[in-house]
């Protein structure tokens, strides 16, 4: 079974512009969340999409946004780039909502290395 | 409000040696813990998981952590450590929020 793949997987960006990043799931996972990883905050959560909607998010400003489609492939996007918004974004997909009684394995793609210049 | 602590953001070891790596938690409810391992320029991966049943858990790659209320702890621990180990690793929590809250992570490095 294919894991999840991200593209692209390397983009340099100038500060203004705006960047769409893709996510294709494990075939059969309905869930996809998005995370931004950097040396100075970690691994940060953003949001989470289940059956095309958006189910959870984190402290983001309003410039990052997603989007799922029907066949649970995910983009995430983010206008107006700032500097700091250089990071290693990560997609995880998995079966159903992570969730306190429950938990579905997340399975993470290789990432998104974004530099803003 | 969740929250978790890596106490150690490096860890240097021999191969063949124990290896530990402690994490401490925070939660209002019953937390779910779990411990990830990211290798250089890959995703990360799940090592083991703990959801309120057994409090010892066993994982991949000879990884086991064990859940101890009282000093609100997740350490995960490795009898012996092989060339292959050498990463980051990452304890998480999710509780109330359903949100997965990572720490800032460990480098774990092996010596020959």
């Known amino acids: 079974k294919a894991g999840v793949t991200q593209t692209p997987r390397y983009l340099i960006k100038t500060r203004g512009q705006q960047v769409t990043l893709s996510c294709s799931p494990i075939s059969g996972h309905r869930s996809v969340s998005w995370y931004q990883q950097t040396p100075g905050q970690g691994l940060q959560f953003l949001f989470e999409y289940f059956s095309e909607t958006q189910r959870n998010k984190g402290n983001f400003p309003g410039r990052f946004s997603g989007r799922q489609f029907s066949n649970s492939r995910s983009e995430m996007n983010v206008s107006t780039l700032e500097l700091g918004d250089s990071a290693l974004y990560l997609c995880a997909s998995s079966l159903g909502l992570a969730g306190v009684s429950h938990f579905y394995e997340q399975y993470f793609g290789p990432g998104t290395r974004l530099t803003v210049t | 409000a969740q929250s978790v602590t890596q106490l150690d953001s490096h860890v240097s070891v021999s191969e063949g040696t124990p290896v530990l790596l402690r994490c401490n938690y925070s939660?209002?409810?019953?937390?779910?813990l779990f411990w990830y391992v990211q290798h250089p320029n890959k995703g990360l991966q799940l090592l083991l998981k703990?959801?309120?049943?057994?409090?010892l858990v066993k994982g991949i790659n000879g990884f086991e952590a064990e859940f101890k209320k009282s000093e609100t702890s997740f350490h995960l621990t490795k009898p012996s450590a092989h060339m292959s180990d050498a990463a980051e690793y990452f304890c998480v929590v999710s509780g109330d929020t359903d949100k997965l809250i990572f720490g800032t992570g460990t480098r774990l490095q092996v010596f020959p």
């Open positions: 703990y959801t309120s049943a057994a409090t």
């Open positions: 939660s209002s409810y019953s937390p779910s």
